[in-house]
């Protein structure tokens, strides 16, 4: 924003600072909802999810960029490309246990912190997993 066509309350919501508190409350609410559906997740709700995400790799089929950003996480991950059944079988396999588990990972590992510019006002890792719960 140019400075001098700017009020000051104007300035302040599209700070830099006020952008990253932003940020970092919708990754604390993110969090929160992480920690509740790792407690609550019901049989329903998976069924649910892998219906999307079925639903979601086929229709990543029809273009070339999405399958080729799917073939390269699945190099990343297992060394190979998956074949369609095996994706669906994968997903199909899933269970509510799976996902609380995969959800308390998550919850359990620490943040990554990454920055660019002047740096010397971010909050450290260990603070950072403190606001948001984690380690």
């Known amino acids: ?11 302040r919501i599209w700070s830099d600072e006020n952008r990253f508190r932003t940020w970092l409350a919708v ?18 709700e998976i069924q649910r999810a892998k219906a999307q995400m079925k639903v979601s790799l086929l229709t990543a089929l029809e273009s070339s960029g999405a399958r080729a950003q799917q073939i390269a996480r ?3 991950i297992y060394g190979r490309p998956l074949s369609t059944p095996e994706m669906i079988a994968r ?21 990554t912190v990454a920055a660019i510019g002047r740096v010397g006002k971010v909050m450290d890792q260990a603070r950072i997993a403190g606001r ?4």
Do not use: H
Not at 29 to 34: F, G, K
Not at 96 to 111: Q, Y
Not at 132 to 135: H, P, Q, S
């Open 74 to 76: 699945q190099m990343l």
């Open 27 to 44: 990754e604390i609410a993110a969090t929160e909802t992480l920690a509740e559906a790792a407690a609550t997740l019901t049989e329903e």
């Open 91 to 111: 997903i199909e396999r899933l269970d509510v246990g799976d996902v609380r588990a995969a959800g308390a990972a998550m919850l359990r590992s620490a943040p």
């Open 132 to 135: 948001l719960g984690g380690t």
């Open 1 to 11: 924003m140019i400075p001098r066509y700017t009020r000051p309350e104007m300035a």
